[in-house]
């Protein structure tokens, strides 16, 4: 069973930046996991943002936040983190943090077995 808790969420005009942090609480070893991020606007699906293998050595995007988000993480500190950037109106959303048991991640909500509460972003123009 893993625990995620995502914070740093907050309202914030365009152009600003975020930081979204994800802390894991795992019995079995957070580098053993392959983490994502997914975002929920109003009225829409959940959609994929960013996703980090195991050791942080490859990371994947969404085409519309490939320039101006960061995927990382700290397997010391069980945490996983997304930059944001040149925040956007439409970046307006509940963002998700996820869990893979596996050690490359994929872009589909069903490959992942764990998720945050999520932590609302919302971007005033």
């Known amino acids: 069973q893993v625990q995620l808790v995502e914070s740093g969420g907050g309202l914030v005009q365009a152009g600003g930046s975020l930081r979204l942090s994800c802390a894991a609480s795992?019995?079995?070893?957070?580098?053993?996991?392959?983490m994502g991020w997914f975002r929920q606007a109003p009225g829409k699906e959940r959609e994929f943002v960013a996703a980090?293998?195991?050791?942080?050595?490859?990371?994947y995007y969404t085409d519309s936040v490939k320039d101006r988000f960061t995927i990382s993480r700290d397997n010391a500190k069980n945490t996983v983190y997304l930059q944001i950037n040149s925040l956007k109106p439409e970046d307006t959303a509940v963002y998700y943090c996820?869990?893979?048991?596996?050690?490359?991640?994929?872009?589909?909500?069903?490959?992942?077995?764990?998720w945050g509460q999520g932590t609302q972003v919302t971007v005033s123009s």
């Open positions: 996820a869990a893979a048991k596996k050690l490359y991640p994929g872009r589909y909500s069903y490959e992942y077995i764990y």
């Open positions: 795992s019995g079995r070893t957070f580098s053993s996991y392959a």
């Open positions: 980090i293998n195991w050791n942080g050595g490859n990371t």
